[in-house]
């Protein structure tokens, strides 16, 4: 799959596309720009590879939720562990690749409520 190609065929923000599936697993697309919702998946980790532009994920953990922000760059991935609130963010847009358990929300378990414009939280399939 071509990826910059499959990133041209949609341009809705904070909602994943379904590129493939290894096993029990989606491999996501998505474009961000702004901030996304404060969340946590209590069961699984959250893997992000930034394809192009940057991304911003605060984290609240450690002792009394300690607050950081972690700064990913084209090509540099992070992954978040279960558990662990985080919010991505991209100022200035960012191409991302996600890998989780199928049917998984990007929102994750708890979140703060889910703007309008995200139109699915489980992913579209790549048309």
Request: aromatic letters at 6%; proline letters at 6%; glycine letters at 8%.
């Amino acid at each position: 799959m071509d990826l910059a190609a499959a990133l041209n065929r949609f341009e809705e923000l904070w909602s994943p596309r379904i590129a493939a599936r290894v096993n029990d697993y989606d491999v996501r697309l998505a474009k961000v720009r702004g901030e996304h919702v404060w969340h946590s998946h209590a069961d699984t980790d959250e893997f992000f590879l930034v394809l192009a532009g940057a991304l911003h994920i605060a984290l609240r953990d450690g002792p009394a939720g300690r607050e950081r922000v972690v700064v990913l760059d084209q090509g540099q991935i992070f992954v978040v562990p279960r558990g662990v609130e985080h919010r991505p963010a991209s100022p200035a847009g960012a191409s991302i690749l996600l890998f989780e358990p199928s049917g998984t929300l990007t929102v994750g378990d708890r979140h703060d409520a889910v703007p309008d414009h995200v139109d699915v939280t489980t992913g579209h399939p790549l048309r």
